[in-house]
């Protein structure tokens, strides 16, 4: 039996880790950080967020493809900052070697360009850093910085939800950049982990067209979502919470979608609980939407694959999945 902190992964440390962070800053918290304009008359507020691609780089160096780990790290920033309800607007990237690679960091940054052209951003700058001797041969890091911009009446922070309203979910286009430390370890062979290996680099979704045309559509219709969850590390269990009051939680319909047949695969081989599977990835869920009942059918509509998976509920501030 394999378990993700078997595989190296303490995810209650990494959050015990969080929780100090957010004693130290009022600012720190939710999925991106806000910093209101006093310019603005705080009528708006500079979003931002950051994250890497993490060892899903492995699979990248195992199979020498480069061309799409920039589309992850690009949606793994502007992914968060939507949950705020913020418009994306520039991205800074940082890309660290041991020995730069000419054609190899061409591809990179196509990638990162095609993820700004999908995350509706402007590749703003960033860093190139050549380090020799820090990196193994053929190794690289990336990091992304995603700034964007929302009006403060149209944040989404989840005060408005209330017990009652639906949950709806976007599909996922696979694991994105998440439980790859967990999934490496089930594929421990290499030749099996370059069997898998194509199907594991399926870049991340982005959802910010996604979100867009949601939100324009419910609006619409006297509508709009009420709180955004990106589901990344630690699963729909970790994730929902952060953006539902405190006095509430959500219940959860597993069975109301199909979960990508790869995880069900990787769960075989490696004889992982069902509790780590929902509590390391993302199941074929990659965001959640949060609206009113009288909401979904709209939604359901606009967005191909969206599936009813859930409500809220009151009580502890935890998911029950069914």
């Given at each position: 039996?394999?378990?993700?902190?078997?595989?190296?992964?303490?995810?209650?440390?990494?959050?015990?880790f969080?929780?100090?962070?957010?004693?130290?800053?009022?600012?720190?918290?939710?999925?991106?950080?806000?910093?209101?304009?006093?310019?603005?008359?705080?009528?708006y507020?500079?979003?931002?967020?950051?994250?890497?691609?993490?060892?899903?780089?492995?699979?990248a160096?195992?199979?020498?493809?480069?061309?799409?780990?920039?589309?992850?790290?690009?949606?793994?920033?502007?992914?968060?900052?939507?949950?705020c309800?913020?418009?994306?607007?520039?991205?800074?990237?940082?890309?660290?070697?041991?020995?730069?690679?000419?054609?190899?960091?061409?591809?990179?940054?196509?990638?990162?360009?095609?993820?700004c052209?999908?995350?509706?951003?402007?590749?703003?700058?960033?860093e190139?850093?050549?380090?020799?001797?820090?990196?193994?041969?053929?190794?690289?890091?990336?990091?992304?910085?995603?700034?964007?911009?929302?009006?403060?009446?149209?944040?989404?922070?989840?005060?408005?939800?209330?017990?009652?309203?639906?949950?709806?979910?976007?599909?996922?286009?696979?694991?994105?950049?998440?439980?790859?430390?967990?999934?490496?370890?089930?594929?421990?062979?290499?030749?099996?982990?370059?069997?898998?290996?194509k199907?594991?680099?399926?870049?991340?979704?982005?959802?910010?067209?996604?979100?867009?045309?949601?939100?324009?559509?419910?609006?619409?219709?006297?509508?709009?979502?009420?709180?955004?969850?990106?589901?990344t590390?630690?699963?729909i269990?970790?994730?929902?919470?952060?953006?539902?009051?405190?006095?509430?939680?959500?219940?959860?319909?597993?069975?109301?979608?199909?979960?990508?047949?790869?995880?069900?695969?990787?769960?075989?081989?490696?004889?992982?609980?069902?509790?780590?599977?929902?509590?390391?990835?993302?199941?074929?869920?990659?965001?959640?939407?949060?609206?009113?009942?009288?909401?979904?059918?709209?939604?359901?509509?606009?967005?191909?694959?969206?599936?009813?998976?859930?409500?809220?509920?009151?009580?502890?501030?935890?998911?029950?999945?069914?």
């Open positions: 039996m394999i378990t993700y902190k078997k595989s190296g992964v303490d995810i209650k440390l990494a959050d015990k969080t929780e100090f962070l957010q004693k130290k800053s009022k600012a720190i918290g939710g999925f991106a950080g806000l910093m209101p304009v006093k310019e603005t008359r705080n009528e507020s500079i979003v931002a967020s950051t994250d890497g691609v993490g060892t899903k780089l492995k699979l160096f195992l199979l020498d493809r480069h061309d799409t780990i920039g589309i992850d790290l690009v949606a793994m920033c502007v992914n968060d900052l939507v949950c309800g913020a418009r994306p607007m520039l991205f800074l990237d940082y890309y660290a070697t041991g020995k730069l690679d000419l054609a190899r960091s061409k591809k990179i940054i196509a990638g990162i360009m095609e993820g052209r999908q995350g509706e951003s402007v590749l703003l700058g960033g190139t850093a050549e380090m020799p001797g820090f990196y193994q041969k053929g190794e690289y890091d990336l990091a992304g910085f995603s700034v964007g911009i929302v009006k403060n009446s149209e944040l989404l922070d989840g005060r408005k939800v209330r017990p009652g309203d639906a949950l709806v979910g976007l599909p996922s286009t696979g694991f994105h950049s998440n439980g790859f430390s967990l999934v490496r370890k089930v594929l421990d062979d290499r030749k099996l982990l370059k069997e898998y290996a199907t594991l680099l399926t870049p991340t979704k982005i959802y910010v067209k996604d979100v867009n045309r949601l939100r324009a559509a419910l609006r619409r219709q006297g509508h709009d979502v009420l709180a955004l969850s990106h589901i590390g630690s699963g269990p970790g994730n929902l919470p952060r953006v539902l009051p405190k006095n509430m939680g959500a219940v959860v319909d597993t069975g109301a979608w199909q979960v990508p047949a790869i995880m069900r695969e990787i769960q075989e081989l490696g004889d992982i609980p069902e509790a780590d599977m929902w509590d390391s990835f993302n199941m074929g869920i990659g965001m959640i939407a949060a609206m009113r009942p009288a909401a979904v059918k709209t939604a359901l509509r606009t967005l191909k694959g969206a599936r009813l998976i859930g409500e809220v509920v009151k009580g502890k501030n935890e998911v029950v999945l069914k």
